[in-house]
């Protein structure tokens, strides 16, 4: 096969597994409100990737109990789905997880107002996803790594209207396809210029979390959900990319390929 039908086959099969995550996250997202708990969703992700055949990757990666990371308010990622944890008027919960159909990787996450969201939950969220969008909007062959983590940090911690937001450091994107975790690692802060220089064909799964006060996290004793040590809120946002000849292709938004 040659390279460019290789390239083809990859790009085809990551466009079908971020189809699916975008799917799944839709379903999830429909269920979210008041009373809801996180059990509920994750089971709702898990289903929505079972019945189109493919596997929610995210159960059991590295021990992990279930299809999907539900983390709210103060929790920053990796929170344990729960019966117990019922969704409540103002809450800002963040759904992650990752896809596999076909052999092929895609990870996804969204944060969503339970009912009316708090002033600073929206702008918060609103913030992740803006910083989001202008990394992936820089992205081509020959940009850097280095070049990703500034543009995203640029926008978190920009102050508008008096309002900035701190990014998370301790954690990161990372390559993403045929395996779960792939190099390279994509810090959402850097220096433009330095890291690894992006080429076409490379996948990457770019997810900056931001939080409304200090960075700094500390695990729970259940071995996998951490939070802000201050009990300031964090929003998260993450698409699957995939650099292409001349810039790049989201997977995992609805209609984006």
């Known amino acids: 096969m040659t390279r460019s039908a290789e390239l083809a086959a990859a790009f085809a099969g990551m466009r079908a597994a971020g189809r ?3 799917l799944a996250m839709e379903a999830a997202a429909s269920a979210v409100r008041p009373g809801t708990s996180t059990a509920d969703l994750d089971a709702i992700v898990e289903q929505c990737i079972q ?6 990757a995210t159960k059991g990666m590295r021990g992990f ?5 539900i983390s709210v308010n103060h929790v920053v990622c990796h929170g344990i789905p729960s019966a117990a944890k019922k969704l409540a008027p103002g ?38 996803e803006q910083a989001l969008a202008a990394g992936i909007a820089m992205l ?19 102050r508008v209207n008096g ?30 210029g330095q890291g690894e220089r992006l080429e076409e064909g490379m996948f990457l799964s770019v997810q900056p979390i931001l939080v409304a006060g200090r960075p700094d996290l500390k695990t729970l004793p259940d071995g996998w959900s951490m939070v802000t040590r201050d009990r300031g809120w964090a929003a998260q ?3 699957t990319v995939g650099i292409t000849a001349d810039g790049v292709e989201l997977f995992t938004r609805p209609g984006s390929a």
């Open 163 to 192: 309002v900035g937001f701190a990014v998370v450091r301790d954690l990161g994107g990372h390559g993403i396809g045929r395996e779960f975790f792939m190099e390279p690692h994509v810090p959402h802060h850097g220096t433009p």
């Open 51 to 56: 019945e189109h055949e493919g596997v929610a």
């Open 65 to 69: 109990p279930n299809a999907t990371c």
């Open 20 to 22: 699916l995550a975008a």
């Open 91 to 128: 809450d800002l919960v963040k759904i992650a997880f990752k896809a596999k159909l076909g052999g092929w990787h895609a990870g996804i996450a969204r944060s969503f107002h339970v009912g009316t969201p708090t002033p600073r939950g929206r702008l918060l969220a609103e913030r992740a």
């Open 237 to 239: 946002a993450e698409d």
């Open 140 to 158: 081509r062959p020959g940009m850097t790594i280095g070049d990703l983590g500034h543009a995203i940090q640029a926008v978190a911690e920009a």
